[in-house]
Nanobody
C-alpha cells in the first residue's frame, strides 16, 4: 500500500523555483509531523524542513530563507516551495510523516536537479 504520494520536482535552474507536494493516505491517522528530507549523491539523508500539526516549522540552515513548508491538515498534504535554487539543492527529496504514535512513513522519493 502506498501511503505517501509525492509530486513536483524535476529540473530547475539556479535562482529559480520548484514546488514539491506530498499527499498522505487517509489510512494514516493522527499525523504529528510532516516534512521533507533529501539525499544528495555521496551524502547521507538530511532534514530539509518539517512542520508540526500546530504549524511549528523547522528548516535546515542551508535552506532557511529560501524554502517554505506548509501543510493542509484537512487534506493531509504537505508542500515545499523551493526558491532561489542552488545547484547544491540537487538531490532526491523524500516526503516524511510521523504520527502521534511515533509511526514513520516515507515517500518513494522525487528527483530535484538544479542546473547552474
Amino acid at each position: 500500500q502506498v501511503h505517501l504520494v509525492e509530486s513536483g520536482g524535476g529540473l530547475g535552474h539556479a535562482g529559480g523555483s520548484l514546488r514539491l507536494s506530498c499527499a498522505a493516505s487517509r489510512s494514516i491517522y493522527n499525523i504529528y509531523n510532516m516534512g521533507w528530507f533529501r539525499r544528495s549523491p555521496g551524502k547521507q539523508r538530511e532534514l530539509v524542513a518539517t512542520i508540526s500539526s500546530s504549524g511549528r516549522t523547522t528548516y535546515a540552515d542551508s535552506v532557511k530563507g529560501r524554502f517554505a513548508i506548509s501543510r493542509d491538515n484537512a487534506e493531509n498534504t504537505v508542500t515545499l516551495e523551493m526558491n532561489s535554487l542552488k545547484p547544491e539543492d540537487t538531490a532526491v527529496y523524500y516526503c516524511y510523516v510521523r504520527t502521534f504514535m511515533s509511526d514513520d512513513y516515507w515517500g518513494q522519493g522525487t528527483q530535484v536537479t538544479v542546473s547552474s
